[in-house]
């Protein structure tokens, strides 16, 4: 937390458990920056709310998420732990950048798109096209006040700039889906900047030890692991649901001829032995898939075991630290208290440069 290290920010909404897609695309960067940067981890509750979250399942899920962030090695001593509730300067900076944001610009995001489809009950578009957005855009002007787009999932995209340019991270950890959403904060940064003619924000970007921002696909053959898939492995998982769900994952027949191109689903199984396992391991498979000796079954359960390996620790402390409410709760007052010094100085500067002054 020292001043002249550089400012990392990243958060996880609190929709349920965590799974190897947020370990992988996220929670596991965290620890390693720790050491390094001045990192702040925050529960994107607020976020939580543009998919109506039962009221009662929120506050438990917030609490999940606080013990599988400290379980996976989060240390409130290196790092700003909060709760984005917890700092009321974000929803106030939220309402100033919507002055400039275009609603056009927030329609065009792809996670806006999915979610309102969602939302309305309608179906994916056969491809992406103008056409579809045109009629897209009717069903969301046209829908009924019962079946609505709420506003909160249009903005969600200002909401997540604000989390990070508040707080002027300028390193942001995330997985690759998030990765539209960081490029309109740097839009928004941009623009800012140049209206006003100051140079207060700083554009952040992914970061990835220099690697490529990973999408862990799920165990169903196709897509991204997640909560609203529920193709998902969760670090809560015990080792019997675990090996039951790698077990079941979609396959194929097996390669017929050496060296045949492999499946998607397949090739999802070798996308996670590649996170999770040595590098001898994956290249073992790898030779028996390209001379038609591999047995999907020795892979997977493999793949269980070397899983196992990553999430029974974490597992094993989740339980003692979800008893202990007042270490929690220390946590996040300590971490509010960081998060809020910091974004009250921005936002100070950003009423400032808007002209909204005090008499
Ligand atoms: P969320 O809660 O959907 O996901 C949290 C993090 O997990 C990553 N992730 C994945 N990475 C790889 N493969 C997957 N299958 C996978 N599934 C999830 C996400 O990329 C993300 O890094 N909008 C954010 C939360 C947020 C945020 C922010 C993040 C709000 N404000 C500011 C960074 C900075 C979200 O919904 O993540």
């Known amino acids: ?13 609190s929709t349920g458990n965590l799974h190897l897609g947020n370990y992988y695309g996220a929670l596991s960067k965290f620890v390693r920056l720790q050491n390094d940067y001045d990192c702040n981890f925050f529960i994107a509750d607020l976020h939580a709310l543009t998919t109506s979250p039962d009221p009662s399942q929120l506050h438990a899920n917030v609490k999940n998420i ?28 939220y309402l100033l950048l919507n002055m400039h944001v275009g609603i056009g610009e927030l329609m065009r995001t792809t996670s ?13 578009p056969a491809q992406e096209g103008e056409a579809d957005d045109e009629a897209f855009e009717k069903e969301i002007i046209g829908a009924s006040t019962n079946k609505r ?21 300028t390193k942001v950890p995330v997985g690759k889906d998030q990765e539209q959403h960081l490029e309109l904060t740097r839009r928004f940064a941009r623009r800012f900047n140049s209206f006003y003619g100051v140079e207060l924000f700083p554009e952040p970007y992914n970061f990835d030890f220099g690697g490529k921002p990973v999408k862990v696909p799920g165990l169903d053959g196709s897509g991204k692991m997640g909560k609203s898939e529920g193709n998902c492995i969760y670090l809560i998982d015990d080792p019997k649901v675990l090996r ?3 077990m079941r994952a979609t396959t194929d027949e097996g390669p017929k001829e050496p060296n045949s191109p492999m499946s ?50 974490i597992r094993d402390r989740i339980n003692d630290i979800m008893a202990d409410e007042a270490y929690l709760r220390r946590v996040v007052a300590q971490g509010a208290e960081r998060a809020r010094e910091r974004a009250a100085a921005t936002l100070a500067e950003v009423r400032h440069v808007m002209g909204i002054r005090k008499f």
């Open 1 to 13: 937390m020292a001043d002249n290290k550089e400012i990392v920010l990243s958060g996880i909404r």
């Open 66 to 93: 606080l013990a599988e962030y400290l379980a996976a090695g989060i240390d409130p001593e290196k790092s700003t732990i909060f709760i984005q509730s917890d700092v009321p300067e974000i929803s106030e900076m």
């Open 112 to 124: 806006f798109k999915d979610k309102a489809r969602k939302a309305l009950g309608i179906g994916a």
């Open 149 to 169: 787009v709420n506003a909160g999932l249009l903005t969600y995209p200002t909401l997540m700039a604000v989390d990070i340019l508040i707080q002027k991270a």
């Open 244 to 246: 039951k769900k790698v």
């Open 264 to 313: 998607e689903p397949v090739a999802n199984l070798f996308t996670l032995l590649e996170l999770t396992s040595a590098p001898d391991v994956v290249q073992h498979f790898r030779d028996a898939y390209a001379d038609c000796s591999i047995r999907y079954g020795d892979l997977k359960k493999q793949l269980a075991e070397d899983i196992l390996a990553v999430t029974t620790p």
